[in-house]
């Protein structure tokens, strides 16, 4: 009897000591990024800047006295790692939305997110997350990947290309937009050299590049990140390649520069969805900021936007009094043209089309640092939801 | 009163529980099991991590440690292509599952799959030992990595290849709670095998090709026979909990299966202790519950210096490291056997001599 009293009288002690924890409204928001995998070298910055928009906003306290609670957790790029920690963040936090990484896991992830209906923002700009009838709950806010390819080749097209080559690293994130790109460089009546493979961990890319100089491009698509991009732009111009090379929007920053140095001017350029950090535009200030002093790269303004476009959306759920999924889904869907001061393009999403945006910048290098070469713009068709 | 343990019998000598208390300790641990799932939840958001999942992980790598153990402890044959040939197992799972066969079927076949691919790459093992077999089976594991990563019509590639949940009949096992029915009693099964298996006249063979292969020779062991079914057990089991594996998480790439996951098997079994069948539990449950609850400071500390969780997780790798470096120092026999240290302390606490 007396350890029946004495069990209850813990149990309420226990009760007692959680119900505080219970009763302050956080709005838990998981975090999978890489920090140790092989994009970990983008996926810092990133994974900063989510860290750094929580506290803005919560300094900021838009969300009328709710506070976030961004739980970030590394993966290191695996797949099954990232399911596990979706179960955690599902079943233990109760979070109703992600803040994601790559296209890997974004996809395989995908029946689950859309079963559970959490909102899941990826840092993957996967051109078939774009459409809502398949992925209902999965946004991003760059412009996609296939978009930017399709707005490279016509660049290529432009400055004059007749050739062009695809280099990427064998994971979804390189692989996938690959199709859109030659299907639209078919379309504009390039001629399509043999793909090579990089990988995203790769110290030499000399075999690749000696076999694409016999097709001898004039045009090259890069779809890895910034160590693996160096290595094949400066092996690029130790074999004397005159072949220019187009970046997806991992593979160029403000660290090409650093790591491939001279080669990388008038041979890199990259596809941009946001600005550079530290660039001249409203919306920077803070976010520089917030940095405290730290030369961080533009992946940390993706999250950062990610983080913004995200904050925008759980104000609007919360005025409608439907915190959850599918509320903040809803959300979303009425953002038009939202302006992100200026860090990247406005941001549109309908219950049709989740493509955030269709214009973006195409940057350069002179003197070590990014400037803007164009900023191009990609008709917004139907034809090219979801792919 | 005996002052000890006496067996008058043989059978009692064999027993698996051979006293009352130890059965005792088993039923407990047995309720214990069953009705971990249902407090599993609280337990969970009590702990700040999902518990239930990672105790399903634990009985799926159960199966594939005592697999390991098997060839390694028991045998004596060193493989490094186990994680590939939990791969294999996957694969086959996933790709059968994908073409309409049930659950019940599909699971066996992963495992004869991985114990084919498994007894063909056991075939070197007759004439290598040691680091060569090492090296042997690694090229196994860099060639069927190579085949799961590019062998893309049938696996996927490194986009993956989703694979249903596990159904018997009309029930799904589409839950972390029901699948922990499926994964414990397969669990139970392959313990159960394990030990059942080291008491027989081919467990006595396997630990006769270990401890003196001439002199096994010698007294009739057929040295290839016994070696080629040991890694043909030993794949069977370690496929099986491929199988298991897809079914769970429900998706398969390519990039779990590497080197990386057949040195983590062979650490389980070396931390856990070689040649024991507590010994592949123990270090199962070490190798897939450390990384997990060191996960716990790290998010704590998010909290209080956001800043610096950049630098903490990949802190988190580093501490593993040192912890299972230290664990090796100081208890090179494994986890097994420090278990019976200290049981043995308390046995005669406070009159131990």
């Known amino acids: 009897m007396q350890r029946k009293l004495l069990v209850t009288a813990l149990a309420v002690a226990l009760c007692l000591a959680f119900t505080p924890m219970a009763m302050a409204k956080d709005i838990k928001v998981g975090g999978i990024f890489d920090i140790t995998g092989p994009t970990g070298a983008v996926g810092k910055d990133y994974a900063a800047g989510a860290v750094a928009g929580e506290k803005y906003w919560n300094q900021k306290s838009v969300l009328g006295g709710d506070m976030l609670k961004l739980i970030p957790n590394d993966y290191a790029y695996k797949i099954p790692e990232a399911v596990n920690l979706y179960k955690k963040y599902k079943d233990v936090d109760r979070v109703f939305v992600i803040q994601g990484w790559g296209t890997g896991d974004t996809n395989a992830l995908r029946p689950l997110v859309n079963k559970d209906k959490i909102v899941f923002f990826s840092a993957s700009y996967d051109g078939n997350l774009t459409d809502p009838k398949k992925n209902p709950y999965n946004f991003f806010i760059g412009t996609s990947y296939s978009t930017a390819i399709r707005l490279a080749m016509t660049y290529a097209k432009d400055m004059g290309a007749k050739k062009v080559v695809f280099i990427y690293p064998d994971h979804p994130y390189g692989k996938n937009p690959i199709p859109a790109g030659k299907d639209y460089a078919k379309k504009l009546g390039l001629q399509i050299g043999p793909d090579e493979i990089v990988n995203l961990r790769a110290i030499d890319a000399t075999s690749q590049l000696l076999n694409m100089k016999k097709f001898d491009p004039d045009f090259a698509w890069i779809g890895g990140t910034t160590p693996s991009t160096a290595v094949i732009i400066k092996d690029a111009a130790k074999h004397g390649l005159r072949t220019k090379f187009m970046i997806n929007c991992w593979g160029f920053d403000e660290n090409l520069s650093r790591l491939a140095g001279k080669a990388a001017e008038g041979r890199a350029f990259g596809m941009l969805p946001v600005a550079p950090f530290g660039a001249n535009v409203p919306g920077m200030k803070d976010v520089v900021a917030s940095a405290g002093g730290k030369p961080y790269t533009l992946h940390y303004v993706k999250s950062w936007v990610s983080m913004m476009v995200m904050v925008e959306g759980l104000k609007k759920a919360k005025a409608a009094g439907k915190l959850n999924g599918p509320g903040l889904r809803a959300a979303l869907e009425t953002l038009k043209d939202f302006n992100t001061g200026g860090l990247c393009a406005p941001i549109t999403y309908t219950s049709t089309d989740h493509r955030p945006n269709t214009t973006m910048a195409i940057g350069g290098i002179k003197d070590g640092k990014i400037y803007l070469v164009k900023d191009v713009n990609f008709p917004r068709q139907k034809a090219y939801i979801g792919w | ?353």
């Not at chain 2, 694979?163 to 799904?172: E, K």
């Not at chain 2, 199988?243 to 996951?261: C, K, P, Q, R, V």
Request: neutral net charge.
């Open chain 2, 1 to 353: 009163m005996p002052c000890g343990l006496f067996f008058e019998t043989y059978q009692k000598d064999e027993s698996i529980f051979p006293t009352l208390w130890l059965r005792v300790w088993m039923i407990a641990l047995g309720i214990g099991l069953l009705v971990f799932p249902f407090v599993a939840q609280p337990i969970s958001d009590w702990m700040g991590m999902n518990t239930l999942n990672m105790v399903n992980l634990i009985f799926i790598y159960i199966v594939g440690a005592h697999g390991l153990n098997l060839l390694t402890g028991y045998t004596g044959q060193i493989s490094l292509g186990h994680g590939a040939f939990m791969g294999v197992g996957a694969y086959t799972a996933g790709i059968l599952a994908n073409m309409g066969w049930p659950f019940w079927l599909a699971l066996p076949m992963a495992g004869f799959m991985s114990a084919a691919v498994g007894m063909i790459f056991g075939i070197p093992s007759l004439r290598l030992r040691g680091l060569y077999l090492a090296i042997a089976t690694l090229a196994a594991q860099f060639i069927l990595d190579y085949a799961m990563r590019n062998w893309s019509s049938l696996t996927g590639g490194s986009s993956g290849l989703l694979v249903p949940s596990a159904s018997i009949g009309d029930f799904t096992f589409d839950s972390d709670f029901k699948f922990y029915f499926l994964a414990l009693a397969i669990a139970i099964l392959a313990t159960l095998y394990l030990k059942n298996i080291t008491r027989t006249r081919t467990g006595r063979a396997f630990v006769a090709v270990r401890d003196r292969y001439l002199s096994a020779e010698v007294i009739g062991v057929n040295l290839f026979k016994y070696r080629i079914m040991s890694f043909g057990i030993s794949s069977f089991m370690v496929g099986i909990s491929g199988g298991l594996w897809a079914y769970y998480i429900t998706i398969i790439s390519d990039e779990h299966f590497t080197m990386w996951l057949s040195v983590q098997y062979l650490a389980m079994i070396i931390v856990g202790g070689l040649g024991s069948v507590l010994g592949s539990i123990y270090g199962v449950v070490f190798m897939v519950a450390l990384p997990e609850l060191l996960r716990l400071p790290a998010e704590a500390l998010t909290n209080v210096y956001p800043d610096i969780f950049v630098i903490f997780s990949s802190l988190r790798e580093m501490v593993f490291g040192v912890i299972v470096i230290i664990f090796l120092i100081f208890e090179p026999d494994g986890l097994a056997a420090r278990w019976h240290t200290v049981r043995a302390y308390w046995k005669l606490w406070p009159f131990s001599y």
